[in-house]
């Protein structure tokens, strides 16, 4: 996959992207404190036969700035349905992770015709549970504290986005745990400046609204995925979201985390094929 991206300007801020091969079009949007790169596997399989489209959303990878009229995710997800007008695209399916997939939720109730499918891998579209608005408002506190994430903080969060077997799994995959290890030392990358940018992009992923009765709505067809060896999400999750969505499809991978796509990519991927060979994109 390439690493040049292009970029928009909404607000005269840059939101930066990555758009990789033709035909139908995937957009894949990431989660908080991840970016773009995440998504590297699913590109380089899916390029040849889609256009893939992958969002630095504000605060993470290459954008580093944010609008100062960005307040909610319901915001964040208008600039997605920006960036596809910019570049003329009709429709696409849409692949979320984590408060991705709460973005993906708030673009298809805004423009449901413009959405072919959806996947939402460890997302959760309801309200945040209590006791992960303490973890994570913890975390963040430390981060705002020293305007950086150290090393000892990277590390406590990559634990967190990892499976429970990550030990196991990396001693079975060197690429696996190279990819561990560069994450870690993503999160350290991050200059004072775009902390604060990242600091309130985390407040609106936090405190966002609950949409898992409204997604009762949607008709468009869904795939929901969850790492059942994760810290972040539960499996009961990804059921309230499957029975919310009818006619959805639930997929739980064993040994994953939070990111399952890199910890289980053969298992992923060809879930994603399959989905995607069985949407309509007309």
């Given amino acids: 996959m390439s690493t040049l991206m292009h970029h928009i300007k909404i607000d005269n801020q840059p939101l930066y992207y990555l758009d990789e091969g033709h035909g ?12 773009s790169m995440m998504w590297q596997s699913q590109i380089d399989l899916l390029s040849s036969q889609y256009r893939c489209i992958a969002i630095d959303f504000w605060g993470h990878g290459q954008t580093t700035t944010i609008p100062e009229s960005v307040q909610n995710l319901q915001d964040v997800a208008q600039h997605v349905l920006t960036l596809m007008d910019r570049l003329e695209i009709k429709s696409a399916v849409i692949v979320g992770h984590g408060s991705g997939g709460a973005i993906a939720a708030e673009l298809i109730l805004h423009s449901p015709t413009r959405i072919n499918g959806l996947v939402m891998l460890n997302s959760f579209v309801g309200f ?8 994570y408002q913890g975390l963040m506190a430390q981060v705002a504290n020293e305007k950086a994430i150290s090393s ?3 590390q406590t969060i990559s634990t967190l986005f990892f499976s429970k077997d990550i030990d ?12 561990v290890e560069q994450f870690s030392a993503g999160l350290t ?13 985390a407040n609106m992923v936090i405190f966002k609204r609950d949409t898992l009765e409204s997604v009762e709505l949607l008709t468009l067809p869904t795939l929901v995925v969850a790492g059942l060896s994760g810290y972040l999400r539960t499996a009961l999750e990804s059921y309230l979201m499957h ?10 991978i064993e040994q994953a985390g939070h990111l399952a796509n890199i910890e289980k990519t053969a298992i992923f991927n060809q879930h994603l094929i399959d989905f995607l060979s069985k949407v309509n994109f007309n």
Wanted: aromatic residues 6%; proline residues 3%.
């Fill in 128 to 135: 945040e549970p209590q006791v992960n608005c303490v973890k």
């Fill in 24 to 35: 139908p079009v995937v957009i894949f949007c990431h989660g908080l404190l991840t970016n």
């Fill in 152 to 154: 000892e903080l990277a």
């Fill in 168 to 179: 196991e799994l990396v001693s079975q995959d060197s690429n696996l745990a190279t990819m």
């Fill in 243 to 252: 029975d919310c969505i009818d006619g959805s499809q639930l997929l739980h």
């Fill in 189 to 201: 990358s991050y200059s004072s400046e775009q902390i604060t940018v990242l600091l309130k992009f």
